[in-house]
């Protein structure tokens, strides 16, 4: 069974930096598609980052040069670096895995999903 826990979140002020992490377990994060994707409040679920199997990134342009996303094979986890964080950057972040190399900024695409670490930006 595949299991994907999200962990980092927390209030911040705005210009502040986060990182948060995915641990999975019963899939390898190196060998399928990762993605963090984020829902704000009364909005729907929208793709942050993303990351294929052969290394490629890439980002929604709201967070394009502020998010890194990255992984540790030897600790099969997938993180979500944070800088220079804004209120509109405020939702709850989820970390899913695709069962593709590459799943792309589609939710479709991606067949496990963690519970989700919330993220507040206070100006």
């Not at 899939?27 to 963090?36: D, E, L």
């Not at 994707?37 to 980002?59: D, H, I, V």
């Amino acid at each position: 069974q595949v299991q994907l826990v999200e962990s980092g979140g927390g209030l911040v002020q705005a210009g502040d930096s986060l990182r948060l992490s995915c641990v999975a377990s019963g899939r390898t994060v190196s060998s399928y598609g990762m993605a963090w994707f984020r829902q704000a409040p009364g909005k729907e679920r929208e793709f942050a980052a993303a990351l294929t199997r052969s290394g490629y990134t890439y980002y929604a342009d709201s967070v394009k040069g502020r998010f890194t996303i990255s992984r540790d094979n030897a600790k099969n986890t997938v993180y979500l670096q944070m800088n220079s964080l804004k209120p509109d950057d405020t939702a709850v972040y989820y970390c899913a895995i695709s069962r593709y190399n590459s799943g792309g900024d589609s939710p479709a695409a991606y067949d496990y999903w963690g519970q989700g670490t919330q993220v507040t930006v206070s100006s």
